[in-house]
């Protein structure tokens, strides 16, 4: 399953979760903490410039986005974007925020194997696949809009997917460190490892996805998926 940016495709209705009340929910990115619920104009002036990013990406790629690109694509000014998503990581993270919670949306509430409805075990072997061809798919924006070091554990996406795995181990392994083992799980699908096992590497996604399944059965202590 492909996770590719379209921005201008409404978002999926959220399902209700079938997982536990608190699973944490995938917030809005890129919006002020103080301004949770966006007038009306104020929304649609947002679409507009991750629209006009959109369109720079697909033209001229990730690095052919700036502030002041997106402000002249959209005919508004810098300040406004500025104003909008922060700074540029902060406008690129928005731009995944589609994708993100599709994403969710499909593991919380999706058909299974992903979504509710199969063994914990399935669920966690096909999530890590979706994420890993998400990441993929979507490399050097997810690259550019990673946050620094010390934010990166901490964002509300990242936290969603982390809670997630832990809950699913939890059933799986209910004696292990399943904190922890959703954090090394998580490691293996960090797109700066997928960037160079595929393109500095040459691996094939094949085998990103053959080493997802052993860490799993190995960590799990479970059979591989034959």
């Not at 402000?71 to 993270?93: I, N, P, Q, S, Y």
């Not at 993100?100 to 499909?106: C, Y």
């Not at 999530?127 to 990166?152: C, H, K, M, N």
Request: hydrophobic share 45%; charged share 20%; aromatic share 4%.
């Amino acid at each position: 399953m492909l996770y590719a940016v379209f921005m201008s495709s409404a978002l999926p209705p959220f399902p209700k979760p079938e997982e536990p009340l608190d699973t944490p929910r995938l917030l809005e990115v890129g919006t002020a903490a103080e301004e949770p619920c966006l007038r009306a104009d104020a929304a649609r002036n947002r679409a507009r410039l991750l629209e006009a990013a959109a369109r720079l990406i697909a033209e001229h790629g990730v690095a052919g986005v700036t502030m002041e690109a997106v402000a002249a694509a959209a005919e508004v000014g810098k300040g406004t974007v500025f104003r909008r998503f922060g700074d540029r990581t902060g406008l690129l993270t928005a731009l995944l925020d589609h994708s993100a919670r599709q994403l969710q949306a499909d593991f919380m509430g999706g058909p299974p194997p992903l979504g509710p409805g199969s063994p914990p075990l399935e669920r966690l072997r096909a999530f890590g696949v979706a994420v890993l061809y998400r990441s993929a798919e979507q490399l050097d924006l997810q690259l550019a809009a990673q946050p620094e070091p010390t934010r990166r554990f901490s964002h509300p996406a990242v936290g969603s997917l982390r809670a997630h795995v832990t809950m699913l181990l939890r059933q799986i392994v209910p004696d292990g460190d399943c904190d922890l083992l959703a954090h090394t799980l998580l490691a293996s699908l960090d797109p700066a490892l997928i960037h160079h096992l595929t393109r500095q590497c040459g691996m094939p996604m094949e085998r990103l996805e053959a080493g997802w399944l052993d860490l799993v059965a190995r960590l799990t202590g479970t059979e591989p998926q034959r």
